[in-house]
């Protein structure tokens, strides 16, 4: 199988080639796979060189002039080091483009702390308008990719991963699915995380949802799982943990409620490791998944999964 980033090679050339809008700026990462594209249209893909804010001005640039910019390195110099540039260049213009990024979270350990963004998601909340995927699969990540090319002038990041559930799921809207159905809590998995949330709740009677798109929140599948089950809801994202617990909380404001965020921690993991590792020391592998999930399901005047 294929990996996000490669897909995005693929899809991301082939539709180079069918619509003249569409535009790519890199900053060298990724760029061997997409020399054949731009040989074939030297004017719609422009390297920049390692200078990732003049890769958010460039692409702010060809959005004014009407083309549809995707922009793509790894998260953590895409969204981070030019937050000044996403905020200026798109959203103060009133621009659109789409941020396509790779290695987030932890998805390069030997990389070390520079090269990870666990908090990329809860940055651009900051910002309005953005819309944000995080497939957890290539498949998903083509799909979702095709619709944030074709999305008009919307602002979109695209969150691509190493980490891959075994299966992908269809990708028809940007709401959540529906995965398992239970009574005593709900669990929202996002993206490349869905494969441990299911091993972690197998035989707990909680409803899974699952998320590849996280902005816009969906307030109406939380209430409607939330109407079924409990009013316990844990969410399980591949970045800082905590990012989406505020959502939660105004997507239930009429409805008592607990919430658990889990995710990536603030520590830095000073070890390179592997990604297992990283996962397993930021409780997110399935036996951890099932211990913080279950202990804050058993806590007094909670239902009992």
């Known amino acids: ?13 082939e539709l180079l080639d069918e619509d003249p809008r569409l535009a790519l700026v890199l900053a060298e990462i990724t760029m061997d796979g997409f020399r054949p594209a731009q040989q074939r249209h030297p004017e719609r893909v422009i390297n920049v060189g390692i200078r990732e804010q003049l890769l958010v001005g460039v692409g702010g640039g060809l959005a004014l002039t009407g083309l ?15 937050f000044e540039q996403v905020k200026l260049d798109f959203g103060h213009q009133g621009t659109g483009g789409v941020l396509v990024s790779a290695s987030a979270g932890y998805d390069w350990p030997a990389g070390g702390f520079t090269h990870m963004a666990p908090g990329d998601v809860a940055l651009l909340d900051t910002l309005d308008g953005w819309t944000v995927h995080v ?14 090319y074709a999305a008009g002038d919307d602002r979109v990041y695209v969150r691509l991963s190493q980490q891959s559930n075994a299966a992908a799921h269809p990708v028809t809207g940007l709401g959540w699915r529906t995965v398992r159905e239970g009574a005593a809590g709900v669990v929202v998995a ?16 909680v409803t899974v949802l699952y998320a590849t798109t996280v902005r816009p929140f969906d307030d109406a599948a939380l209430r409607a799982a939330v109407g079924r089950a409990t009013s316990d809801v844990v969410l399980v994202e591949p970045y800082l943990a905590g990012t989406s617990t505020t959502a939660a909380a105004r997507a239930l404001t009429d409805t008592p409620h607990r919430v658990l965020g889990l995710g990536v921690g603030r520590a830095e993991l000073r070890r390179y490791g592997t990604i297992d590792e990283h996962t397993a020391a930021h409780g997110l592998d399935p036996r951890s998944l099932r211990e913080r999930i279950g202990a804050f399901l058993h806590r007094p005047g909670s239902a009992r999964p």
């Open 190 to 205: 996002v993206g490349p995380l869905l494969d441990h949330v299911l091993a972690a709740t197998e035989g707990l009677d």
């Open 135 to 148: 497939p957890g699969h290539p498949d998903e990540a083509e799909a979702l990719l095709r619709h944030a």
């Open 1 to 13: 199988m294929d990996t996000m980033r490669e897909r995005f090679v693929s899809v991301t050339s």
């Open 68 to 82: 549809r910019p995707v922009l793509h390195t790894f998260a953590s110099f895409l969204v981070e080091r030019p």
